[in-house]
């Protein structure tokens, strides 16, 4: 089954460009379905077609869903809640109030990924289209997996020993709920599902991740932001898309400057991103809802490409940590050592190669760090940064 994530910043039209990314796959035979990871569920307003907690067909092909939050929790969590809301109602917190907070933060998010693993299984369908919250929550959910497993490896099985040492005199001496074994093969078995998805959605084969974006300063930084995120947590991306982008056909004197802002934008969304493949969308005489003009848009945006397709395969970037020094590492095809020049103003690291130039936005774990050195080979730039003491 083909995985493909749409991210990016609020209001780029990534919610748009997915549905009518799903519309297409389904029109060219892929039997596909589309489901949201956002809380704010909008699927159901763009297709402007009552959804529910299943995948239900809504044209050839083509099935769509907005998952019920408190069913999904329910199926994955419901073991472990139970023992937060007790925990927490044996502290005085109102019982209905204990139980809402009980859910933690991303849990909605991550119950949701838990389908895409469930549809992979089941292999009903060739392609999952995944609508992402906005860039921040959507890195924190990718992010989610990979800071389980520190905790599950470190922590989980001192805790898990300890909890079984306490709870006979605990329970002598106190009414304080003690989680019991139950609990903790809840929690392992939620581990072993995320870290499940995250070996699905970092396989290149399978998964990738893809940009929308508008041509305008704000996004685009956002978006460099995301992406370098991406490549830090082994997230494959395949493709940007420019969304809104004003036609040259627009006439109107009125536009003048945002047809000239949105080239230059343009221009600069495909240096940040090379050599990622770069599709634009321009901006609709009409608002986009319903199948008719979400049709429309997919035919637009890629049309005699395969939707489903692999745009581009390999890592772009990647960061990895070398004994006290993290090393930032870059794919640069076809060009000479003597090429490169480097420039560094605290979060952004600027690239220039002949007369094109290339910014990344850096990681926060990298902002802190100097460039210690810089080398080239085999079609690869390579940047070390020196950790502080603190880090080593």
Partial sequence: MRIILYTGKGGVGKTTVAAATALRAAELGYKTVILSTDPAHSLSDSFDIPLGNEPQLITSNLWAQETNMSQ?????????????????????????????????????????????????????????????????????????????????????????????????LVRLTSAMPIPGDEVFDSAEHLFSELDRVQNLLSDPEKSSMRLVVNPEKMVIKEAQRTFTYLNLYGYPTDLVICNRFISEEVKDPYFDYWKKSQKEYYALIEECFAPLPVLSLPLFQQEVVGIPMLQAVGKTLYRDNDPAKLFFHGQIQSIKREDSSYILSLALPFIAKGDINLARNYDELTIQVASFRRNIILPNILRGLSVDKARFEDERLEISFQASDKSK
């Fill in 72 to 168: 999904t929790l329910r199926a994955h969590w419901d073991t472990v809640q139970e023992w937060i809301t007790a925990l927490l109602a044996w502290r005085g917190i109102d019982e209905v109030i204990a139980d809402d907070i009980a859910v933690l933060p991303g849990m909605e998010e991550l119950a949701n990924l838990l389908c895409i693993a469930h549809y992979h299984d089941d292999n009903k369908y060739d392609v999952a289209i995944v609508d992402c919250a906005p860039t921040g929550e959507t890195l924190r959910l990718l992010s989610f997996p990979e800071i389980l497993r520190w905790w599950m490896h470190r922590i989980f099985p001192k805790g898990r020993a300890i909890a079984g040492m306490v709870r006979p």
